[in-house]
């Protein structure tokens, strides 16, 4: 199975694409990770259309069965929260125009799943994801290293 992890936004949003392998435990295979970046100088629906349309070309490209969405945190500017909120609804809607299973990960499970500890701090966490991964990858951003851990968390996770 192919799944899709965001860590979502409008001024940037994160992905992930992992493979999990069906009834074989822990075993997934890391494929790409990247952040999308969306110009300020643009106006707000045309900066969800930019969201929209490349996470529409990556679901294509590496036909995506699952999408797993990093749930809002509380936000203290509502202003960002309200364009977040937006985002995640764009990214929804994705899901929806292509039939896939959307699962949703809070931070503090993500946290738990990949460290052991809800409360772990992200230096914490993105040394977990390399160690998970052999340092294979280079991240290159916050947000790119949230949507690989959302990723894995769902991989790692015997709920799913």
Do not use: W
């Not at 999408?67 to 609804?89: D, P, R």
């Not at 977990?128 to 996770?157: E, P, R, S, V, W």
């Amino acid at each position: 199975m192919n799944i899709l992890a965001i860590d979502p936004g409008y001024e940037k949003v994160g992905y992930a694409v992992i493979r999990k392998e069906e009834k074989q435990g822990d075993n997934f295979t890391y494929i790409t990770s990247d952040i999308i970046k969306t110009s300020a100088s643009q106006p707000h629906q045309l900066r969800l259309k930019e969201v929209f349309d490349i996470l529409d070309q990556i679901i294509k490209l590496y036909k995506i069965e699952t999408l797993v969405i990093e749930q809002l945190f509380i936000f203290k500017n509502q202003k960002t929260v309200i364009k977040v909120a937006q985002a995640i609804g764009v990214i929804e809607l994705l899901g929806a125009n292509h039939n896939i299973i959307i699962a949703r990960l809070t931070p503090l499970q993500i946290k738990q799943i990949i460290t052991g500890y809800g409360n772990a701090d992200k230096k914490s966490v993105l040394k977990m994801i390399q160690l998970t991964l052999a340092n294979k990858i280079k991240i290159k951003d916050d947000d790119q290293a949230d949507a690989i851990a959302c990723g894995l968390a769902f991989c790692l996770n015997k709920q799913f």
